[in-house]
């Protein structure tokens, strides 16, 4: 397996991204969060200076059949923590 500064997909002030798996770490210790937010991370830090659209950003997962869980929607999410 490569050492962790190979997986280094982007860091900045405390925090660091890695890839392969996703993670994202903050003061050397892992953060619990869900799949398309860390995707979505790793997509606007390798076009760092490029306009993402909204288009180009992971579709939302789909929701379980019966689950009663509610996923976060791509749009709700990029409108409240990216704009």
Same mark, same amino acid.
């Not at 892992?30 to 200076?49: D, N, V």
């Given at each position: 397996?490569?050492?962790?500064?190979?997986?280094?997909?982007?860091?900045?002030?405390?925090?660091? /991204?890695?890839?392969?798996? !996703?993670?994202?770490? &903050?003061? @050397?210790?892992?953060? +619990?969060?869900? *799949? #398309? =937010? /860390?995707?979505?991370?790793? !997509?606007?830090?390798? &076009?760092? @200076?490029?306009?993402? +659209?909204?288009? *180009? #950003? =992971?579709?939302?997962?789909?929701?379980?059949?019966?689950?009663?869980?509610?996923?976060?929607?791509?749009?709700?999410?990029?409108?409240?923590?990216?704009?």
């Amino acid at each position: 397996m490569a050492d962790e500064s190979s997986r280094v997909a982007a860091s900045f002030d405390r925090w660091v /991204l890695l890839r392969e798996p !996703l993670e994202l770490l &903050r003061d @050397g210790k892992r953060l +619990t969060l869900q *799949e #398309l =937010p /860390l995707q979505i991370l790793e !997509l606007l830090t390798s &076009r760092a @200076g490029q306009l993402v +659209t909204r288009e *180009e #950003l =992971p579709p939302e997962p789909k929701k379980a059949e019966g689950s009663g869980e509610h996923c976060v929607l791509v749009d709700q999410w990029s409108t409240r923590c990216l704009f």
